[in-house]
Every structure is written in C-alpha cells, then in structure tokens.
C-alpha cells in the first residue's frame, strides 16, 4: 500500500496567482501521477512524473501553466500558475503501490 | 482507445435496497479494473478491485466481478445505507506504473 500526503489541503486562491501543491509518499514509487476533478465531474490526469526526467504531459496540458517537479522517488510539486476561476478544482496526487493506484486526499483550489 | 462507461446518475434508493450501478470497459488487453468512492467533500478512496477475469472484489459489503465476455465490472451492494451517499467511480490501468482511466462517476443517494 502507500499512503500519499498533499499540501495544502485547501487554499482560496486571487486571480493571476501561481500555488505550489506537494505531494508526498511514505514508499519510493517510480511513478506519480497528477489529476484534475473540475466541480462535479470526473478526473482528467495532467501529467506523469517519472523522477530524473521531464513530466509527460497530456493533451490540453501545457508545462508553461502546470509545472512539475519530482526531485525523489518520494515527492513531486505541482504548480498551478497564472490562475483563473476555471483553474477552480481539486488537484490530486496519486501513485501506483504494488498494483493498486492510491490517492491522496487532493487539493481543493478556489480561485477568486 | 481504453476507456470505461458507467451508469450515469444520480441514482436515488431507499436505505436497505439492492443496489447495482453498471460499469464496462474497452481495453486492448487484460486490465486491472476498480471501484473507488468519493464522500461529500472528500478525496478518493479505493474500494474494491480486480486483476484477472472473473476475480470479485469486495469491500465493505460492496461486490463487483470482473467478467472478461462482458467486458464488465458491476458494483453490487445487498443493502444500502445512508452512509454509502457518494460519488463512484468505475476504472482501469493497463499496466503497473500505467495511468488510471475513470468512468465518469454515479452519484448515489441513499433516503432513510
């Protein structure tokens, strides 16, 4: 199993700001992946994190607007930057542990 | 490409009635298949899963078979609470370190 902590849990965010989330895991996982669930709808992933290399990124996800780092095999950011309300969603860590995708309990970003 | 349909909601029951919310999938090969749940205002949490045709998981009272001629993983309860109020979501991964694809989700109501 693995248990996945984020950071923060919950932010009201001005508009045109960047926040930084953190995301990190009690095993080292080789992969870590991020996703975004918009208000009432399901979750979209953003990017996959292999550590010592560049995120991949999915379509409709730009590096310039979602960066992320992943420094270890326990931790990775992910940066929201230059929010607008759309931006508005939770924003989760997840990471694959032995066979099973864990999530952590996710980001709740409002942006005003 | 890979995906998963589910149900769509909002399914509305009365405490102590069966519950089924209907769940296929297209895969290329042979997936991992899950059910994860989201309290209100909650993250996500596993709830059951399956690796190889016709293993059933099960969780909490919850069931589900992973049936390869149907391509398919209903989830089951014999008798729902008001405590099982929450969103569902039906998924896959292809392979370990492989992203997770999700249904939709099913948004249950459980009356008392």
């Known amino acids: 199993s693995a248990v996945i902590s984020q950071k923060p849990s919950r932010d009201i965010c001005q508009r045109g700001t960047s926040l930084t989330i953190q995301c990190q895991v009690d095993s080292q996982v080789t992969m870590m992946f991020w996703y975004r669930q918009q208000p009432g709808q399901s979750l979209t992933l953003i990017a996959t994190?292999?550590?010592?290399?560049?995120?991949?990124?999915e379509s409709g996800f730009v590096i310039d607007k979602f960066p992320i780092s992943r420094p270890n095999l326990t931790f990775s950011t992910l940066t929201v930057s230059n929010m607008s309300p759309e931006d508005s969603s939770i924003y989760l860590c997840s990471v694959d542990g032995g066979g099973t995708i864990y999530f952590g309990e996710g980001s709740w970003l409002t942006v005003v | 490409g890979d995906s998963v349909t589910q149900m769509e909601g909002p399914v509305t029951l009365s405490e102590e009635a069966f519950l089924t919310i209907n769940c296929t999938y297209t895969?290329?090969?042979?997936?991992?298949l899950f059910w994860y749940v989201q309290y209100p205002g909650e993250g996500l949490q596993l709830l059951l899963k399956?690796?190889?045709?016709?293993d059933k998981g099960s969780n909490k009272g919850f069931e589900a078979t992973y049936r390869k001629e149907t391509t398919s993983f209903h989830l089951e309860k014999g008798s729902v609470q008001v405590s099982d109020s929450a969103v569902y979501f039906c998924?896959?991964?292809?392979?370990?370190?492989?992203?997770?694809?999700f249904g939709k989700g099913t948004r249950l109501h459980i009356l008392p």
């Open positions: 994190a292999n550590q010592g290399s560049e995120a991949t990124y």
């Open positions: 895969a290329t090969g042979y997936p991992s």
């Open positions: 399956a690796t190889k045709a016709d």
């Open positions: 998924a896959l991964t292809m392979n370990r370190d492989d992203k997770i694809i």
